[in-house]
């Protein structure tokens, strides 16, 4: 079965480091997402992406955080000079088109120490 | 005022019990997710709807379109079915998550 992976699946980082989280969606889908979710609450939407451009983002999203697709199979998120309040687990989302089944990655735990 | 309101935020259940998770939305979707979150925190989607009923083993999750209400039910629940129930949205590119049910069922 066609599954999104993302990598890694832990990281710790110090406060004001740059993180990567990559994600790798299901080879044919064209529509990527990024969620986070906060220990104990819940899924907050970050950004969506389609045609290699962002085409919806939160106001959570701001100019610390980036999303790219380097290569045409990876997507990045990548989030400049981490805070404690980044804490959280990284969910990466992708589907084929807007009316078909969305897929999820086990997500990425962010700890900013 | 939110999109999706799902109910009730926490149920506790006996093994054996009939489980039902309510989710009303606002707004036209194309497709309702169901979705499963374990303690460990993956997200598996059980269940993608756009009208009628689907069953898959013990769950059935429904949807009324005209209403915008779905429920998601779970019969002969089990322990191994606690998790965090998470209702989602499909409308236009948009995927939107509800606040999600917590689900303990005690043996």
């Known amino acids: 079965e066609p599954e999104v992976t993302q990598t890694p699946s832990h990281q710790v980082t110090q406060m004001g480091q740059e993180v990567i989280l990559r994600c790798v969606p299901i080879s044919n889908h064209l529509y990527f997402y990024w969620y986070r979710q906060i220990l104990g609450q819940k899924v907050e939407f970050l950004v969506s992406f389609y045609n290699n451009e962002i085409s919806e983002k939160s106001e959570i999203f701001d100019d610390q955080f980036s999303v790219e697709r380097p290569d045409g199979s990876n997507f990045t998120l990548k989030i400049r000079s981490t805070k404690l309040e980044d804490s959280a687990m990284y969910f990466c989302?992708?589907?084929?088109?807007?009316?078909?089944?969305?897929?999820f990655g086990q997500g990425t735990r962010l700890t900013v120490v | 005022k939110n999109e999706v309101e799902q109910s009730p935020q926490n149920l506790t259940a006996q093994e054996g019990e009939f489980i039902t998770i309510n989710c009303s939305y606002s707004?036209?979707?194309?497709?309702l997710h169901w979705l499963q979150q374990h303690p460990g925190g993956g997200i598996v989607s059980l269940f993608m709807?756009?009208?009628g009923k689907k069953k898959h083993g013990r769950l059935i999750a429904t949807i009324n379109i005209q209403e915008k209400h779905s429920s998601l039910h779970i019969t002969a629940s089990h322990p191994r079915d606690s998790a965090v129930y998470i209702c989602l949205l499909s409308y236009g590119n948009k995927l939107v998550f509800g606040a999600g049910t917590i689900l303990r069922v005690k043996s």
């Open positions: 989302a992708s589907r084929g088109d807007s009316n078909t089944e969305a897929f």
């Open positions: 709807l756009s009208s």
């Open positions: 707004v036209g979707i194309s497709a």
